[in-house]
């Protein structure tokens, strides 16, 4: 199943801007039972999230924007009938405070049609689309997750344990010549390719796409940053969000599409699946280019807290960030590697989600990805015809 990301942003009508922020802010606050739209019920939904953002310039004159992004399987067109479908109302009450909203009832033949040109006129492309586990439709999560369930409630019966002392005794089959060296083949391919990727074509476009940052050694960070927990981290989950929207300096605007060009080729060939540039606490990532070039938009779903995650960027691709960020105006001069400064780049630009909405919000990447490993392999070992077979041989 192919998965895609939504990007929309419209204006919010001058007059409307605190209403929608608190029915935002209450829909926030009961995502999964509010009156409005209920993602759990839009089941393509892997993320989701509504973000209050400010106008291209970023000043107070401006009118606000509604952001709303989704992570979801199949074509957009499917996903707003779903949506439609599904949370109509929430449709109305939501979009209808934004301009260029179709003024036709819910119940008109034509507003599906009105509403979807709606959406695509304000949609933008991705310049960069990064997924931990790509093809993998929300039921099959779900289905994963729950099988992994069902057998650990499996494994700690007591009365199985004669059952699985007789299954640790059974002699592993070898692995042939032939399995050998395919898998030393797919070992030695998949460290040339991140060498390549990583320590070639990455550190060559960072040198040369990125700012020119001051090298020279320093054993002190800039200042503490208080990065404040309560507006950057969803406390008491596991998994997080980040919305960042930052100016692109107009003589770096090329360079940094060539750059999303190779982000493109490092996902496109992850020699890592579940891990980008070695981090592997992200489930989704996008980058997109907005206001005709005058800013970028960056989201990620990520497991942990906002300071390991930072943390993590900076230790793993710290040019990568350089090369990304370097054209914000108080970019630090020692660029990433600057923790406390990056930090408070990072700050000065992210805009919390009033909404945000995960599929299965319990499960890391690394458990997601450990849950399909097992669905697959009970599927190939335990499939209805072997099962039969092997009870027909007792």
Known sequence: ??????????????????????????????????????????????????????????????????????????????????????????????????????????????????????????????????????????KEVWNAVGVRKQLEDLLSDKRLEPFLSLLA???????????????????????????????????FFEKTLGPKIDDSPTDTDSKDVNTHPEYTDWLNTVQNEMTVMSVIAPERLRKLRLFFGVVRLAVKYNPTPGALLGISTIHFARWVIIDGGKNLLFESNYD?????????????????????????????????????AFKQVIMDNQVRALVFYSAYPDSSVRNILNDLKISQDMAKLIGQEKVADLLSRI
């Open 169 to 203: 005794r059974l002699p592993l089959l070898p692995q042939t010549p032939l399995q050998k060296l395919r898998a030393a083949l797919m070992a030695v391919n998949s460290l040339l390719v991140r060498f390549l990727l990583r320590e070639v074509v990455l550190r």
């Open 1 to 138: 199943m192919n998965q895609s990301p939504l990007t929309v942003i419209v204006n919010i009508k001058p007059a409307e801007g605190e209403p929608l922020e608190k029915l935002l802010t209450d829909i926030g606050h009961n995502v999964r039972t509010n009156p409005y739209i209920r993602f759990n019920e839009i089941d393509t939904t892997h993320f989701a999230r509504f973000v209050i953002i400010p106008g291209p310039g970023k000043t107070e004159a401006e009118p606000k924007r509604l952001l709303f992004t989704s992570n979801h399987d199949g074509s957009w067109q499917d996903y707003i009938e779903l949506l439609i479908d599904k949370a109509g109302p929430g449709v109305e009450a939501i979009w209808g405070k934004c301009e260029g909203y179709p003024e036709i009832p819910l119940s008109d033949p034509a507003f599906k049609t009105r509403f979807k040109t709606f959406i695509q006129a304000n949609s933008h492309p991705s310049e960069a689309f990064y997924q931990a586990y790509p093809g993998q439709a929300v």
């Open 304 to 340: 942990g807290n906002w300071e390991q995650y930072i943390g993590d960027f900076v230790d793993k691709a710290s040019g990568g960030m350089d090369a990304i960020w370097g054209s914000y105006p108080a970019y630090p001069a020692r660029g990433a590697k600057d923790l406390q």
